[in-house]
């Protein structure tokens, strides 16, 4: 079994910061990748930023040059600094693993920015 434990997920005034964490747990000796998704009312869950195996890195383009993925190995976690907050980052963020080929998700955390 496979358990994401995500956290620091909040509410924050525009041009603000936050930093969301996600610790994995379980079977996940063979993870090749950790990444976060998020999903606002009304829309389609997408992709926001993903940390392969290898260290490279992906973004969404709403989200580059504010977010930033990393991901301590040591401790199977993968975080998502996001500054420079805007309203249409509204949303709640999910964290996801690719264990083999399989995926994995948390519970979500909500991230609210205000205007």
């Known amino acids: 079994q496979v358990q994401l434990v995500e956290s620091g997920g909040g509410l924050v005034q525009a041009g603000g910061s936050l930093r969301l964490a996600c610790v994995a747990s379980?079977?996940?000796?063979?993870?090749?990748?950790m990444g976060w998704y998020r999903q606002a009312p009304g829309k389609q869950r997408e992709l926001v930023a993903s940390?392969?195996?290898?260290?490279?890195?992906d973004y969404a383009h709403s989200v580059k040059g504010r977010f930033t993925i990393s991901r301590d190995n040591a401790k199977n976690t993968v975080y998502l600094q996001m500054d420079s907050l805007k309203p249409e980052d509204t949303a709640v963020y999910y964290c996801?693993?690719?264990?083999?080929?399989?995926?994995?998700w948390g519970q979500g955390t909500q991230v609210t920015v205000s205007s």
């Open positions: 940390i392969w195996r290898t260290g490279s890195t």
């Open positions: 379980g079977s996940i000796f063979s993870m090749n990748a």
């Open positions: 996801n693993i690719l264990v083999g080929s399989y995926d994995y």
